[in-house]
């Protein structure tokens, strides 16, 4: 039973490139979830995905990132231009569908480490 | 920004003995997770707890689900040196659509 894995695992870039990372969830879930983390925090919340609809959105998620799950299966997280303030961990999760106990279960990949310099 | 509160930010125990972590909110969650994160990794589900005043262990930990369900619990009993680490509990508010809001973790050592 595979986790969830995120590639690249890290990457440098500078400051007005574009970076684009993957994710596949465990197979079955159908939800995906995207969070940043900065050091000495918890993640934040980004952006959700339940199959290939796009359900929820942080105002985190400025105009410049865009996600994306066209069939349900891996999602893909793109920053444009990016800016030094973007470096950080970009995390994905994903958790089965729900069943009639509406529990909740997230489990994370290994995360992508962002550093732009 | 973040709302759930977990303090102190590091804490520093010796091998064997046992340590207690908690969370707490001004807001009602209907669900509590606990995670466990290595520098470099990713969080790694410990607990998860759905009802208030639910006790769930798991090995070595237990956790609680408050009454009040605006905190939880997190025991670590006779810890290891493999339990250094940032523990961070998560919470889903109700009517949140799943997402999770984190505390800024507790980072824990444990001296041989």
């Known amino acids: 039973d595979t986790g969830v894995s995120q590639n690249p695992r890290h990457k440098i870039t500078k400051r007005g490139q574009n970076v684009t990372f993957r994710c596949d969830p465990i197979s079955e879930h159908n939800r995906l979830y995207w969070y940043r983390q900065t050091l000495g925090q918890g993640p934040e919340f980004l952006t959700y995905f339940q199959n290939e609809a796009q359900l929820e959105k942080s105002r985190l998620l400025s105009d410049r990132f865009s996600a994306e799950r066209p069939k349900g299966s891996f999602s893909t997280l793109e920053i444009q231009r990016t800016e030094q303030g973007d470096s950080a961990m970009y995390l994905c999760a994903s958790s089965p569908p729900r069943g009639r106990t509406l529990q909740e279960t997230q489990y994370f990949g290994p995360g992508t480490r962002l550093l732009v310099l | 920004g973040q709302q759930l509160n977990q303090s102190p930010q590091s804490m520093f125990i010796q091998e064997g003995e046992d340590v207690s972590m908690n969370c707490t909110s001004s807001?009602?969650?209907?669900?509590w997770l606990w995670y466990k994160q290595d520098p470099g990794e990713g969080p790694v589900l410990l607990i998860a707890l759905y009802k208030a005043g639910e006790l769930t262990s798991n090995g070595r930990l237990t956790a609680q689900f408050g009454i009040t369900r605006k905190d939880s619990f997190l025991n670590i009993s006779a810890s290891i040196p493999s339990d250094v680490g940032i523990y961070f509990c998560a919470g889903v508010q109700a009517g949140a659509n799943s997402k999770l809001t984190f505390g800024k973790g507790i980072t824990l050592s444990v001296r041989p």
């Open positions: 807001s009602i969650f209907n669900t």
